[in-house]
């Protein structure tokens, strides 16, 4: 059996087996048909002096942008053409830990395997890049494929300033408890483009999730499991408002006086 960079280090396999946990939950919930999504975390806090001294098992690759922020840092990155459900199973053959070079443009890959980062790796790394520069304690970014919110984007009337989270926000309580920034918009752009990442950058200045019209989430969170629950939350109001349309009635949802007390009682920033 191939000995792997996980062994013996419980915090760092503790982290890695929850990205798997997620990556299942992704495919469970019809998020990530064939290999569609991305999780990319930062275990720079978890890797030990032995690890630093891994040599590379790949030539440097560029990142395609430089980024101050990441020199020296290490990243569990999904690999590109992976499927989240194989992800789920075999978390370090679908995947790879990544180290960012002195230079900040390039990396190589240290562990287990040689599974080339998604190829939206400098998107995902410019977002970490902000994270750390602006000394934030999150340490994760999950892009994934939710139906009934990508369904959602498909109506323009949606897609203003905060007409989906209010929406949202009132179909239930929990969702405005526990995604409480709510969900910024970013109309379409080409998949994997800069124009892409920098309307990205720009609304996770005011939210932890962003909705890309047509196409799907990128959430950042805590850990992947912060990011993926604050999707989740989100998806369950897109449910119930596609389900009370469904059965013939627009929902009345909560009102303005009640997202209010709910802001007041549970201390919430909006």
Known sequence: ??????????ALKKEIDKIAEVAGYLWQNGWAERNG???TVN???????????????????????????LKGCYFFCKGTGKRMRDLAREPMDNGSIIRVLDDCANYVIIADN??????????HLTVHAHLIETGSPYRATVHTHPIELIAMSHNPKMMGKDVLSNLLWSMIPET???????????????PGSNNLAQATLNELENYDVVMWEKHGVFAKGLDVMDAFDQIDVLSKSAKIYINSRCMGFEPEGMSEAQMKEMSVAFNLPK
Do not use: H, W
């Open 1 to 10: 059996m191939k000995q792997t960079v996980l062994e013996g280090r419980e």
């Open 37 to 39: 999504g991305n999780i």
């Open 176 to 190: 405005k408890a526990f995604c409480p920034l709510g969900l910024g918009i970013v109309p379409y752009e080409l």
């Open 43 to 69: 275990i720079t806090e978890l890797v030990d002096d032995k690890i630093k001294s891994l040599p590379a098992i790949s030539d440097v690759k560029q990142i395609g942008v430089t980024l101050p922020a």
């Open 114 to 123: 040689a599974v080339m980062p998604t190829s939206e790796l400098p998107s």
